[in-house]
């Protein structure tokens, strides 16, 4: 079992930036991946990206391609997302997710709201 | 990327029917595809894997089946904490996308 504790909700105005934190404890190896997904009100997932917290490796999400930058910090079993020039679309919970069975996303973080708002 | 297209929107069923929920790539995923179930406040969580693979804990009235392009979520006897929504993903390509989801209703 993995278990990932995310930082908090943010509010922030559009063209800021926000960091998000998700650290993991319990059955991890150096190997492990994760995964950050977004869901805006009412609507459906959307895959961001992944980040391998073994060597660092990251896949983005195209169109985020230039905003968004993953980060570990493999003496805390920390992952950080950033994601700069936030516009209001950019309203979500952001959630971080380690995989597991086969490499398929298994053990999810609790979400952090993120909102963005003149 | 690899679209996947789930159907319906949404399903109205009663306790105890079984519902049927499908999922179509816009290209073969051959068998690397997920179901996930999320409830209301509520992160997701892994039902099936590998198409056809029930993860731990999940009750054999979820199974799986399709490869390649289509691919099938049925629910046998639905119970009444099966309502929510489900989605589908693949992990055959970059990015890992996910189908816009199907909503499980009473």
């Known amino acids: 079992q993995v278990q990932l504790v995310q930082s908090g909700g943010e509010v922030k105005k559009p063209g800021a930036s926000v960091k998000v934190s998700c650290r993991a404890s319990g059955d991890t190896s150096s190997s492990y991946a994760i995964t950050w997904v977004r869901q805006a009100p009412g609507h459906g997932l959307e895959w961001l990206g992944w980040i391998s917290a073994e060597n660092g490796n990251t896949k983005y999400l195209q169109k985020l391609q230039d905003r968004v930058t993953m980060t570990t910090d493999t003496s805390t079993r920390t992952v950080y997302m950033e994601l700069r020039s936030l516009r209001s679309d950019d309203t979500a919970v952001y959630y971080c997710a380690a995989s597991g069975i086969k490499g398929y996303v298994t053990y999810w973080g609790q979400g952090t709201p993120v909102t963005v708002s003149s | ?106």
Not at chain 2, 45 to 60: Q, V
Not at chain 2, 78 to 86: G, N, S
């Open chain 2, 1 to 106: 990327e690899i679209v996947l297209t789930q159907s319906p929107a949404t399903l109205s069923l009663s306790p105890g029917e079984r519902a049927t929920l499908s999922c179509r790539a816009s290209q073969s995923v051959r068998s690397y595809l997920a179901w996930y179930q999320q409830k209301p406040g509520q992160a997701p969580r892994l039902l099936i894997y590998d198409a056809s693979y029930r993860a731990t804990g999940i009750p054999a009235r979820f199974s799986g089946s399709g490869s390649e392009t289509d691919f099938t979520l049925t629910i046998n006897t639905l119970e009444p904490e099966d309502f929510a929504v489900y989605y589908c993903q693949q992990r055959s390509d970059w990015p890992r996308t996910f189908g816009q989801g199907t909503k499980l209703e009473i």
